[in-house]
Nanobody, 122 residues
């Protein structure tokens, strides 16, 4: 079955950086678009970034453009999210997911990892 395991979260100061990883197994990773989502306390889970199966196309929510970078290594079955210039409002649990674009043009996650906590102190 699909298994996604996130790692790399932690506590960082404003302006700091983290690199999240998501190890995938149980499916053909190189054939699937992937994405990162996050859920802050008291808020709904939101889309952060997505990447096509080849890595040639990426999409980001406006609030992280220019600060976060999604990438993948299909040889290692691993998805990454580089988080730079972090802000307190980036504090959330970050989830990786197999992802597809909806007819409305948004992104939907299908299979989910357990999440990794990112906390940005001011």
């Amino acid at each position: 079955q699909v298994q996604l395991v996130e790692s790399g979260g932690g506590l960082v100061q404003t302006g700091g950086s983290l690199r999240l990883s998501c190890a995938a197994s149980g499916f053909t990773f190189s054939s699937e678009s992937m994405g990162w989502f996050r859920q802050a306390p008291g808020k709904e889970r939101e889309f952060v970034a997505a990447i096509t199966w080849s890595g040639s196309i990426t999409d980001y929510v406006d609030s992280v453009k220019g600060r976060f970078t999604i990438s993948r290594d299909n040889d290692k079955n691993t998805l990454y999210l580089q988080l730079d210039s972090l802000k307190p409002e980036d504090t959330a649990i970050y989830y990786c997911a197999t992802t597809r674009r909806t007819l409305e043009g948004t992104f939907r996650g299908d299979s989910w990892g357990q999440g990794t906590q990112v906390t940005v102190s001011s």
